[in-house]
């Protein structure tokens, strides 16, 4: 078998470099660097070329055994050169890995989410503690409230319809032109 890189394995198909693992009290701390593109703003979609600053941003992860995972992983904040748009920075989120205003990864979060929708609050918060999920029963019914919402609305809507079977079924499809 090929060797793998430790990003193969902690965190494949991430745009991040691993710096270093740790054991910190009985929890494995990841250290990491972005190393994804730039991105849009969110705002305007203007593609972002200047580093305004970079910080650390501290993500609760999948227990790994029976071990709590935190990732600290160092991100860049980016100017937006549009001058008609209001917002002066933004931070760069990782596909696959993070989410604007979100402490835990996205890989947590859909596990969250999965077991909200199976169970509902208490019985999901019970299995959550017994999987050392940290997630209280108003963090799990809030999930399942809110949908995986995209970073900003379409600002290009496209429409289509089309038939299924012409003059009795027909579907319409919305697609953001962007
Ligand atoms: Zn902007």
């Given at each position: 078998?090929?060797?793998?890189?430790?990003?193969?394995v902690?965190?494949?198909?991430?745009?991040?470099?691993?710096?270093?693992v740790?054991?910190?009290?009985?929890?494995?701390v990841?250290?990491?660097?972005?190393?994804?593109?730039?991105?849009r703003?969110?705002?305007?979609?203007?593609?972002a070329?200047?580093?305004?600053?970079?910080?650390?941003?501290?993500?609760?992860?999948?227990?790994?055994g029976?071990r709590?995972?935190?990732?600290?992983?160092?991100?860049?904040?980016?100017?937006?050169?549009?001058?008609s748009?209001?917002?002066?920075?933004?931070?760069?989120?990782?596909?696959?890995?993070?989410?604007?205003?979100?402490?835990?990864?996205?890989?947590?979060?859909?596990w969250?989410r999965?077991?909200?929708?199976?169970?509902?609050?208490?019985?999901?918060?019970?299995?959550?503690?017994?999987?050392?999920?940290?997630?209280?029963r108003?963090?799990?019914?809030?999930?399942?409230?809110?949908?995986?919402?995209?970073?900003?609305?379409?600002?290009v809507?496209?429409?289509?319809?089309?038939?299924?079977?012409k003059?009795?079924?027909?579907?319409?499809?919305?697609?953001?032109?962007?």
């Amino acid at each position: 078998m090929a060797s793998k890189t430790v990003e193969h394995v902690l965190f494949p198909g991430i745009d991040v470099r691993v710096e270093r693992v740790s054991d910190s009290s009985g929890s494995l701390v990841e250290e990491a660097v972005s190393t994804a593109r730039p991105g849009r703003c969110p705002d305007c979609r203007k593609q972002a070329r200047r580093v305004h600053s970079s910080y650390q941003r501290t993500l609760t992860e999948r227990p790994l055994g029976s071990r709590q995972v935190m990732v600290r992983l160092r991100v860049h904040r980016y100017f937006c050169d549009r001058r008609s748009c209001s917002r002066r920075t933004f931070v760069q989120q990782v596909g696959g890995l993070t989410e604007r205003h979100r402490r835990s990864s996205v890989g947590l979060t859909d596990w969250l989410r999965a077991i909200a929708v199976e169970l509902g609050g208490r019985p999901a918060a019970r299995l959550c503690h017994r999987l050392r999920l940290a997630a209280g029963r108003t963090r799990l019914l809030r999930l399942l409230k809110a949908s995986a919402v995209p970073d900003r609305a379409p600002q290009v809507l496209g429409v289509d319809e089309f038939a299924f079977r012409k003059g009795c079924t027909y579907g319409t499809v919305l697609v953001d032109v962007e």
